[in-house]
C-alpha cells in the first residue's frame, strides 16, 4: 500500500510570492492534516479536511488555506509568504476520525529568500 | 491553552540498555495518544498509539498511560544506535477529528 505522497519535496520562494503544496493521501484515508514544523516552534497543527471540508483548524493566519478534493487528494496554499514561513510543512493521512493514527508524508521543505 | 510537554534531552543510554521517555498533558479529558520518532531531516514516523489506561506492548516498545496523573510514557528496551531519533508525544484533545498536539519533543542518543 503507497504512502502519503507529498509534492514537492522543496521549494525556493521569495518574499511576497504564493506557494501550493499537494498531498496524497494513504488509500481509503479520508481524512488529511497539514502540520508545520520548524527549530523554534516545533510542529504545529494547521487545518484539517475531511470529505472535502475543513474539520479542524489551527491558531494560523488566513494567508494559510487549504482544500481537498473528492479524491481525498489536498493542497494547502500560503499567500503572500513571508521570511517566517520556511518550515517543513508535513502531510498526514488517516482513516476517519481522531481515534486512529495518523500517518505522515515526508514533507515539502518550504525555503523564502 | 493545551499543552503537551516533554524534556527536550538529549537522553543518553548505553546500547542495550533501557529508554524511558515521557510526556506530560495539560486536559484530563484526553482522548487519544501517540508515539512518533522523527530522525534528523526525514518526516515523523508512528511507534505506538494508546487510548486507555496501563500499558501497551509492541516488541521492544511499551507505551503507559495514566489519565489520573495525565502522564504518558514510552519505554524502548534493549536500546540499539538505530534507536537514536527524537520522539515525539502527541495527542488528540478528542476524537472528532485529527487535530494533534505534538510535545518538542526528546531526543535520543544510544551510544555503542
Known amino acids: 500500500k503507497a504512502g502519503v505522497t507529498q509534492t514537492p519535496r522543496y521549494l525556493i520562494k521569495t518574499r511576497g510570492q504564493q506557494v501550493t503544496l499537494s498531498c496524497s493521501p494513504i488509500s481509503g484515508h479520508r481524512s488529511v492534516s497539514w502540520y508545520q514544523q520548524t527549530p523554534g516552534q516545533g510542529l504545529q497543527f494547521l487545518f484539517e479536511?475531511?470529505?472535502?471540508?475543513?474539520?479542524n483548524k489551527g491558531n494560523f493566519p488566513g494567508r494559510f488555506s487549504g482544500r481537498q478534493f473528492s479524491n481525498s487528494r489536498s493542497e494547502m496554499n500560503v499567500s503572500t509568504l513571508e521570511l517566517g514561513d520556511s518550515a517543513l510543512y508535513l502531510c498526514a493521512s488517516s482513516p476517519g476520525d481522531g481515534s486512529q493514527p495518523q500517518h505522515f508524508g515526508d514533507g515539502t521543505r518550504l525555503s523564502i529568500l | 491553552q493545551k499543552e503537551v510537554e516533554q524534556n527536550s534531552g538529549p537522553l543518553s543510554v548505553p546500547e542495550g540498555a533501557i529508554a524511558s521517555l515521557n510526556c506530560t498533558y495539560s486536559?484530563?479529558?484526553?482522548?487519544?495518544f501517540f508515539w512518533y520518532r522523527q530522525y534528523s531531516g526525514k518526516s515523523p514516523e508512528l511507534i505506538m498509539s494508546i487510548y486507555s489506561n496501563g500499558d501497551k506492548e509492541d516488541g521492544r516498545f511499551t507505551a503507559q498511560l495514566n489519565k489520573a496523573s495525565q502522564y504518558v510514557s514510552l519505554l524502548i528496551r534493549d536500546s540499539q544506535p538505530s534507536d537514536s531519533a527524537t520522539y515525539l508525544c502527541?495527542?488528540?484533545?478528542?476524537?472528532?477529528?485529527?487535530?494533534?498536539?505534538f510535545g518538542g519533543g526528546t531526543r535520543l542518543m544510544v551510544k555503542p
Open positions: 486536559d484530563r479529558g484526553s482522548q487519544s
Open positions: 479536511y475531511f470529505s472535502e471540508t475543513q474539520r
Open positions: 502527541a495527542v488528540n484533545w478528542d476524537n472528532a477529528g485529527n487535530m494533534l498536539t
